[in-house]
Antibody, heavy 122, light 112 residues
Framework: EVQLVESGGGLVQPGRSLRLSCSPSGFTFGDYAVGWFRQAPGKGLEWLGFIRSKTYGGAPEYAASVKDRFTISRDDSKSIAFLQMNSLKSEDTAIYYC?????????????WGQGTLVTVSS | DIVMTQSPDSLAVSLGERATVNCKSSQSVLYSSNNKNYLAWYQQKPGQAPKLLISWASTRESGVPDRFSGSGSATDFTLTISSLQAEDVALYYCQQYYATPTTFGQGTRLEI
């Protein structure tokens, strides 16, 4: 069974950094790209970016809204992906989801983690 | 960016009745070289993560009940639930994956 589990969320002060982790299971992690989304309270889904598999170069893509502050990375040897978030703002408060990118299309997300809540507040 | 607009924002349907959610994209998401529509539908139940229901506008994912169907092409798409069940209460989102950045509709809340 495919599963993705996010961790690392919590309460953080504005201007600080936080790193989220995504631990997958049930599939060969290195064969897939991994995406990140967030959902602010009562709001819709916002794509943050994804990182390609090493087969396709391993390069990330980012949403313009977070490109200068967020970094997506992966460690295939440990089967884990990360979302590094810097200079956090109150508007970054959201549930953050890790996702698997489908093998049949870039930007089609076929499995989602349960999400981890990030609250940015002083 | 491609803008996705869903209608209605919310919908109340009786059990056993048909529910229809519409989605319109600001530009075509039909890729001419393979004649595929890069349009997906997701279901998000309260307190849960989104779940992929339909890809390529009309292909149900494995395990999705056949009361869910998708239709449409180019810029206009529809998600239909043929006979609403209590467990179908959720938010429904359409998504285009034709171009990066991928974008979603604002969501349609389906209630009994």
């Amino acid at each position: 069974e495919v599963q993705l589990v996010e961790s690392g969320g919590g309460l953080v002060q504005p201007g600080r950094s936080l790193r989220l982790s995504c631990s997958p299971s049930g599939f060969t992690f290195g064969d897939y790209a991994v995406g990140w989304f967030r959902q602010a309270p009562g709001k819709g889904l916002e794509w943050l970016g994804f990182i390609r598999s090493k087969t396709y170069g391993g390069a990330p893509e980012y949403a313009a809204s977070v490109k200068d502050r967020f970094t997506i990375s992966r460690d295939d040897s440990k089967s884990i992906a990360f979302l590094q978030m810097n200079s956090l703002k109150s508007e970054d408060t959201a549930i953050y989801y890790c996702t698997r990118v489908s093998s049949v299309a870039t930007d089609l997300y076929d499995y989602w983690g349960q999400g981890t809540l990030v609250t940015v507040s002083s | 960016d491609i803008v996705m607009t869903q209608s209605p924002d919310s919908l109340a349907v009786s059990l056993g009745e048909r529910a229809t959610v519409n989605c319109k994209s600001s530009q075509s998401v039909l890729y001419s070289s393979n004649n595929k529509n890069y349009l997906a539908w997701y279901q998000q139940k309260p307190g849960q993560a989104p779940k992929l229901l339909i890809s390529w506008a009309s292909t149900r994912e494995s395990g999705v009940p056949d009361r869910f169907s998708g239709s449409g092409s180019a810029t206009d798409f529809t998600l239909t639930i043929s006979s609403l069940q209590a467990e179908d209460v959720a938010l429904y989102y359409c998504q285009q994956y034709y171009a990066t950045p991928t974008t979603f509709g604002q969501g349609t809340r389906l209630e009994i």
